[in-house]
């Protein structure tokens, strides 16, 4: 994977939760990292075909390892105006990172 590809942009965020003195629940983002990221749809490919089966994805991720910085499930990414939960993390050969991650869709009220 080379920088070529890598022409989007994503801001890497953890979401916690902090109870105040009345008992109510917030989350907050808190920032982690900006990285350069390939992007990858979900479309009709083999390779999607076979992850249709067991996971619930929307978009796949392919960045830079940063050191000292575990990704993990749960964390969240923000590209461009859209949200995304992450779902699973891969390690790739040691130097990058592919992140399988389903896109948050704000619910009607």
């Given at each position: ?10 801001d890497i965020f953890d979401q916690t939760q902090a ?63 859209e949200r995304y939960k992450i779902v699973s993390v ?20």
């Amino acid at each position: 994977m080379s920088f070529g590809k890598m022409n989007s942009f994503i801001d890497i965020f953890d979401q916690t939760q902090a109870k105040d003195s009345d008992g109510f629940v917030t989350e907050t983002d808190d920032f982690v990292a900006s990285v350069r990221a390939y992007k990858e749809e979900r479309h009709g490919s083999k390779k999607w075909a076979n992850m249709a089966a067991y996971t619930a994805a929307d978009a796949i991720f392919k960045f830079r390892r940063i050191p000292q910085l575990e990704i993990k499930s749960g964390m969240i990414l923000v590209f461009e105006t859209e949200r995304y939960k992450i779902v699973s993390v891969e390690h790739l050969k040691g130097l990058y990172v592919e992140v399988s991650a389903e896109k948050m869709v704000p619910s009607n009220r």
